[in-house]
């Protein structure tokens, strides 16, 4: 599995990035996605996952200005920020795994990564 993320980028207090992961090698079955942030001297975290058939989870300080979403068909997974704050910066990962529910706490501890891309708020 291969995944490849982009959009990262600096921006200012208020603003809005979109993020993009593209996998490839990725077999039949259900694919739970999502995205983790990594801010310098501190553990990775989940932002926000969806499986296959919806239903997306959001970690709590994201609630409302984050928007996850992907495309089947193409093995996209997006990532809207909106109202970016300072400390949403980080190192943004794409993460995928064969799983069902699709839940932070699991893809965390066994998912497939991306090298990430890097997204700064000032």
């Known amino acids: 599995v291969q995944l490849v993320e982009s959009g990262g980028g600096s921006v200012q207090a208020g603003g809005s990035l979109r993020l993009s992961c593209v996998a490839s090698g990725l077999s039949d079955g259900d694919y739970c996605m999502g995205w983790f942030r990594q801010a310098p001297g501190k553990e990775r975290e989940g932002v926000a996952a969806v499986g296959v058939r919806g239903s997306p989870v959001y970690e709590d300080s994201v609630k409302g200005r984050f928007a996850i979403s992907r495309d089947n068909v193409k093995n996209a997974l997006y990532l809207q920020m909106d109202g970016l704050k300072p400390e949403d910066t980080g190192v943004y990962y794409c993460?995928?795994?064969?799983?069902?529910?699709?839940?932070?706490?699991?893809?965390?501890?066994?998912?497939?990564w991306g090298r990430g891309t890097q997204v700064t708020v000032s």
């Open positions: 993460a995928a795994l064969q799983l069902s529910p699709c839940l932070l706490a699991p893809l965390k501890l066994l998912g497939h």
